[in-house]
């Protein structure tokens, strides 16, 4: 398989489930991204993964958290979300985190919380 | 306060005709721009980047344009297609770090 693989695709959760969404890329890439798409909002920027060290966290709730064990797998881990954690979750790679080269995203997890 | 802006939430082009899709930037330390292109239930996938040492970058039907005066980028499709139907997100970042901004999107419809 080739590209960035994100599952599942579709997620519902109750508030006080623990969920996780996986992503995985096959691309040999050594930067690895979190993405948060909310409705009519632009894309942004949750967590940076370079060579599997955390570098960049945007003022993320606590009650998301990620773990890369790798640089081909990037995990989002969830407790406790709120409704307005309802969005799309894409997960992306690229070259180097600190060459100007493009994303490759992975076609998301569509997630809703009850 | 959002740093990367796409005035126009949809455009409709006729097959064949050019389609331009505009995005105006505040960050005068960004340095490197990018489009991307995203159908429903897929993930955006890269198009076309430009960097500001260029003004002018074109690949296929596919050219983006830079004024750094303006802070203004715009991308041109010529001709459009009705597999050109997507939402398309104009990015930018600082040279020194990989913080890309993304604008909210500008729908793109091609009617044949």
């Known amino acids: 398989e080739t590209g960035v693989t994100q599952t599942p695709r579709h997620l519902v959760m109750g508030m006080t489930n623990k969920k996780s969404l996986k992503c995985e890329q096959h691309l040999g890439h050594n930067a690895m991204y979190w993405y948060k798409q909310s409705a009519k909002k632009p894309l942004e920027l949750m967590f940076v993964?370079?060579?599997?060290?955390?570098?960049e966290n945007n003022s993320v709730p606590s009650r998301f958290s990620p773990e890369c064990p790798n640089s081909s797998h990037l995990f989002l881990h969830l407790h406790t979300l709120q409704p307005e954690d309802s969005a799309l979750y894409l997960c992306?790679?690229?070259?180097?985190?600190?060459?100007?080269?493009?994303?490759?995203f992975g076609n998301g997890t569509r997630l809703t919380v009850t | 306060d959002q740093q990367v802006k796409q005035n126009s939430p949809s455009l409709s082009v006729q097959e064949g005709r050019i389609s331009i899709l505009n995005c105006d930037y505040t960050n005068s330390m960004f340095d490197y721009f990018l489009w991307y292109k995203k159908y429903p239930a897929e993930g955006p996938t890269f198009l076309i980047s430009i960097s500001s040492i260029k003004d002018k970058n074109e690949d296929g039907r596919f050219t983006v344009f830079l004024n750094k005066s303006a802070k203004h980028l715009s991308l041109h499709i010529v001709p459009s297609q009705p597999g050109d139907s997507a939402v398309y997100f104009c990015a930018a970042s600082p040279y020194s770090g990989y913080a890309l901004n993304f604008g909210k999107g500008t729908s793109l419809l091609v009617t044949p």
């Open positions: 992306a790679s690229s070259q180097d985190r600190l060459i100007n080269s493009p994303l490759h």
């Open positions: 993964y370079s060579l599997e060290e955390r570098v």
